[in-house]
């Protein structure tokens, strides 16, 4: 079936300083990555539409300056969280669609900006 | 701007009732899907619908998208201590929005 891979699971950064998640498709190719980000109890919201080889398209409220995304290939997307604050302390997590098995997601990444 | 509302919010039922969970949208959806997230996991994909009507069963598990296309539920039969996570319906507009959710919990 289709994987996800995300690293790191879990990251305490100092306020100020940037941090970088990947996201990988293992065994496919994907062209279109998803960022979401859920704090506690809520729902997932979309941040980003992540697009191999252009730029990627945010949701309305989400600070591209600050949210970086990076699509270089086809099995790697990363997320940049640059300047992180408290309030940034979220689970990130990302997805891909893969036509046979639909959307597969990572295992997310925990947050926690001190 | 498109959105899908899920009730309720939260559902505490004992081990062996049965548990159901609402999706609903102000627009026709093209399609539904669910998924389940377990605490500290995150969502695992549990099946879509597409057609008008749709009613598909997994076990004790069973989905139904509305003749409209704008509502679908899940419904647990039975339910087991397993099955405890929050249940999320999403849908694909330009993008691919999950609804609030419902947070299921089985009490022993």
């Known amino acids: 079936g289709a994987v996800v891979s995300q690293h790191p699971s879990r990251v305490i950064c100092k306020s100020g300083t940037s941090v970088k998640i990947e996201c990988r498709s293992l065994?496919?190719?994907?062209?279109?990555m998803f960022w979401y980000r859920q704090f506690p109890k809520q729902s997932l919201m979309l941040m980003a539409t992540s697009n191999e080889g252009s730029k990627a398209t945010y949701e309305q409220g989400v600070e591209k300056d600050k949210f970086l995304i990076n699509h270089a290939s086809l099995t790697l997307s990363t997320l940049t969280v640059t300047s992180a604050h408290p309030e940034d302390s979220s689970f990130y997590i990302c997805?891909?669609?893969?036509?046979?098995?639909?959307?597969?997601f990572g295992s997310g990444t925990r947050l926690t900006v001190v | 701007g498109q959105q899908v509302m899920q009730i309720p919010q939260y559902q505490h039922v004992q081990e062996g009732e049965d548990f159901t969970t609402y999706c609903n949208s102000s627009t026709t959806l093209s399609n539904i899907q669910w998924y389940k997230q377990r605490p500290g996991g995150h969502p695992v994909f549990l099946i879509q619908l597409v057609k008008s009507g749709e009613v598909k069963k997994q076990k004790r598990l069973t989905f139904q998208f509305g003749e409209a296309k704008k509502n679908s539920s899940l419904h647990i039969t039975a339910t087991q201590t397993t099955d405890v996570g929050t249940y999320f319906c999403?849908?694909?507009?330009?993008?691919?929005?999950f609804g609030t959710g419902t947070s299921l919990t089985v009490i022993p």
């Open positions: 997805s891909a669609l893969q036509e046979a098995y639909g959307y597969t």
């Open positions: 065994d496919f190719q994907a062209t279109t």
């Open positions: 999403a849908y694909t507009g330009n993008q691919f929005y």
